[in-house]
């Protein structure tokens, strides 16, 4: 079942870059300063997202530590738990699409945006949550 999509009417200015694109689809209140932005990233956006790519330890942009494991060692179950004490921990399913993406509890995977080590996630209602990957130095 598809979680409903967020109506968005969007300038073909804003559509021929993809920050302003993004900033039109959150919801974003000034379009126009993402406009020419320069992005600068050099890391290669993920075509596929595999259930083993988004295994391991992750730190999410809402101050959550994130853990994402297999529920069922034959089956892709994925669980996502997210830490951030005092708080009792959050546990979210990881479920895959039939589009080839993934849902993490109500938001969406924006494979276009996301690369190996960070993940972007965008809710219906224009929310934007990202996972940066942890390394092991950062368990030190």
Known sequence: SALPRKKTRISAA???E????????????DAAYWQGHQWQSTAKPIVEVTSQDLLGAWADSLG????????????????AILSQPPRKDIHLTLRPTEEGGWVCGNAWLDVAW?????LHWITADGRVSVWVRLKPEDFK
């Open 14 to 16: 804003a559509a021929a």
């Open 64 to 79: 959550n530590a994130v853990i994402v494991s297999s529920a069922d060692a034959f089956q892709p179950k994925l669980e």
């Open 18 to 29: 993809p920050l302003c694109l993004m900033a039109a689809m959150a919801g974003g209140a």
């Open 114 to 118: 996301s690369t190996p080590t960070k």
